[in-house]
């Protein structure tokens, strides 16, 4: 499952009912792009809760500009509020997202995600 801008629309219940549709959530891999601006610590940890490891890609990702300053200021608070740093990123206009990869912990454990990224292996 891929989820791209989502987080800031939906949340750890979306999520919850998504997994109880799955067959067998442990065997799950997801790929969440987050805003800065957003905390979904409560989604990893209900992602973990399911034998779901989530780790973050080591760069951002630009997503958009800001559209004014004032869209610009808010995500600079948003994004320092939680404990973040903007220099670089949204103080140079763009909204910036996380890269989540959500795997089961069987396959975090035998492949780092540095790895799978460079290699581009998923599952098998």
Known sequence: MVCTGGVGYIGSRTFARILQA????????????????FDCADIVDLLARHGLVTE?????????RF???????????????????????????????ECLVTRPAAEAAG???AEL??????PK
């Open 22 to 37: 799955v067959p067998d959530p442990s065997d799950l891999w997801l790929v969440i792009c987050v805003l800065r601006v």
């Open 56 to 64: 973050r890609l080591a760069t951002t990702l630009p997503q958009r």
């Open 67 to 97: 559209a004014d300053r004032e869209e610009q200021a808010a995500a600079i608070h948003d994004v320092r509020r939680r404990g973040l740093d903007p220099t670089g990123l949204e103080s140079e206009g763009w909204f910036h997202a």
């Open 111 to 113: 492949v780092p995600l």
């Open 117 to 122: 990224v460079a290699t581009g292996e998923g």
